[in-house]
């Protein structure tokens, strides 16, 4: 059996963060923690994460898409971001995978969950309905 994913929730909306946190336990994965903002985003980054699931508009302003870059750049963990305002993204931001675009359901989550790990693990696959893939 594989080891279950470790992802971190970057989501300010707690009720969405932790139906998100039980979707990923009801997969299977190890969810490691809910960020509201960039400072708890970056304090949980060391805690060996294969996945950050990322939404744009924080507690602290709009700090996704640094949030996403930077976990992408300093911790080399896979971004995918999950927001109401996909638009704001443009056409993505290096190294993140891609964009899910809310509300979501629980299918939804778990079809763009699979794709970002088979991605971070080098396969060539075709993304999701629903999901906007970058690169």
Known sequence: MTQPAR????????LVATEMEAILEDLG?????????LETAMQLADRSIDLALVD???????????????????????????TANPGLLGTGIAGTVGVLAKPTSEADVKRAVDYALRVRHG????????????G
């Not at 507690?59 to 999950?82: A, M, Q, S, Y």
């Not at 396969?123 to 970058?134: D, I, Q, S």
Request: hydrophobic content about 45%; aromatic content about 4%.
């Open 7 to 14: 992802i971190l929730i970057v989501e300010d909306e707690m």
């Open 29 to 37: 994965h190890a969810p490691v923690g809910i960020a509201p903002d």
């Open 56 to 82: 744009l508009n924080l507690r602290d302003g709009l700090t996704g898409p640094e949030i996403g870059r930077l976990l992408c750049e300093k911790c080399n963990i896979t971004v995918l971001f999950v």
């Open 123 to 134: 396969e060539r696959v075709t993304p999701p309905a629903g999901l906007r893939a970058f």
